[in-house]
């Protein structure tokens, strides 16, 4: 069940403030709405020690997501951040080059 997983705003307060603000920045009033309600489903294991990205739903198996994906970049001031968007629902937070999320 997705109430099984934490949200992210209590675990990583910190990038979860962030996302909002950089959301705002770029227009994305809607998805930025969104952030609060998104919970950690399981990190990337692909095993790249630059890469902190979260799953904030579950990863569909086999071709990557289809119909209705969008990616949206994000200008942190320190690494990258770029949201991929499925349906108008955050689905994963690619989190690049930010040593302190570890």
Do not use: W
């Amino acid at each position: 069940m997705p109430e099984d997983h934490p949200l992210i705003r209590d675990v990583l307060p910190e990038l979860a403030a962030e996302l909002v603000e950089l959301l705002e920045a770029e227009g994305e009033h809607t998805l930025a709405a969104l952030v609060p309600e998104l919970r950690l489903v399981g990190r990337c294991d692909c095993g790249d020690d630059f890469c902190q990205s979260l799953r904030t739903a579950p990863h569909p198996t086999g071709l990557p997501y289809g119909p209705g994906h969008r990616c949206v970049s994000l200008d942190p001031a320190e690494g990258m951040l770029v949201l991929d968007v499925v349906n108008g629902r955050i689905v994963y937070v690619e989190v690049l080059y930010r040593d302190r999320l570890r």
